[in-house]
């Protein structure tokens, strides 16, 4: 709400700002990267320190997992391997499993970082006559920043590239782009599969950067019918009963928003798991139907 004051503007505390005060090329969503790392790690590494086996006078308790947050994030893991990544991976589960792991949590931690008002608490302590760039050092939600989105759809790219070609060779790599398609239609589809494996990822940075943008900016109109009642009636009653409605409208927005948060995570791991997946030779599937009995087959 302070920010909202400061600014007319309800993407205020979404878009992202130099911070000329400290160096002309920092941005607070530079900043908030850089937080955002050290917090994950450290919540992580907690969090494996717990779920590991604990030493033998523990007994049977050493293999139980100690803390709600690290069994919160063992069961996540859980299911995320065994009902996501393991059924299209298969065996190369455990080979890209750190990098998809790594990635959830991350876009997670982006997301809910972007739900704490911290752009608020910032004003708060500097005072709204600070100049703008000096308000701030971090906060918002840098997945809402589609510079990030498209940075960590980069890196997505570039391991299902990698997949294709430790997969599939150089040759089936290049045979996957025409897909069995005679060579008088080479010239149609070669354009738009090289299109395809760029637009796959470039999907994805613009999903998860639309979807927080509009989430937040939702937030921030209806946290900003109070202050614009204000200014256009002088009425703080008024104003103050607006404002009121406005935050209990806010509350089951803000669950939804939380939602949003895990579910878009969700969805950039997943969809990058997918076309790593479509990446991969299914060599062993071919081998299981060649080895099947064509009575079987028949039944």
Known sequence: MIHL???DSPIGHVVDHKLVWIHDSLTMHMVTLIVVGVVAILILLRAASAIQTGHETLGTDRHLTKGRLAQLIEVTSMYLIENAIRPILGKDTD???PFLLSMFFFVLTCNLLGLIPIIDFQHAITGLNAPEERRMLFGGTATA???VTLGLALLSFIVIQYQGFRSLGVKGWASHLTG??????LPIMLPIELLGLFIKPVALSIR???NMVAGHTLMAVIA?????????TNDWIMSGSISLASVI???PISFLELFVALLQAFIFMFLTTVFIGQMTHHHEEHEEDASTPQG????
Do not use: C, D, E
Not at 180 to 185: S, T, W
């Open 208 to 210: 998860l950067f639309a």
């Open 180 to 185: 069995g398609a005679p060579l008088y239609l």
């Open 5 to 7: 004051l400061a600014s």
């Open 296 to 299: 079987a087959l028949a039944h």
């Open 145 to 147: 920043n589609l510079a």
């Open 95 to 97: 080979r890209f499993l």
């Open 224 to 232: 900003s019918f109070g202050t614009m009642a204000l200014r256009s």
């Open 249 to 251: 409208v806010a509350i």
